[in-house]
């Protein structure tokens, strides 16, 4: 996470090729509440299974299914073992095991 300038296009470089890919559909300048649900639906879903270079040519929906599949495998393996680290000496570490 960083920040960017205001109106420093150039600094957000895949937000604004997004925002080139909406516009594909959507033109700029219209209501979000003028626009059909269907469309919004439909460009969301084009968007997230177009591959992207900054994702390996991976989807978004690939990247993300991914990310759940980590997310899910630390979850089981913190449901087992929490680490805990004394506040009051930083090298010291306490690790709680649920029975």
């Not at 994702?55 to 913190?78: G, R």
Request: net charge negative; hydrophobic share 35%.
């Amino acid at each position: 996470m960083c920040d960017t300038h205001p109106y420093s296009s150039w600094e957000r470089g895949t937000n604004e090729r997004h925002n080139g890919l909406i516009r594909r559909f959507i033109p700029q300048g219209t209501p979000i509440d003028d626009v059909e649900l269907r469309l919004i639906e439909y460009v969301e879903n084009w968007c997230n299974t177009l591959p992207h270079k900054i994702l390996a040519h991976q989807t978004p929906n690939d990247q993300f299914a991914l990310e759940m599949q980590m997310l899910h495998l630390i979850m089981q393996f913190t449901k087992k073992t929490f680490c805990v680290q004394d506040m009051s000496s930083v090298s010291e570490n306490v690790i709680l095991t649920r029975q």
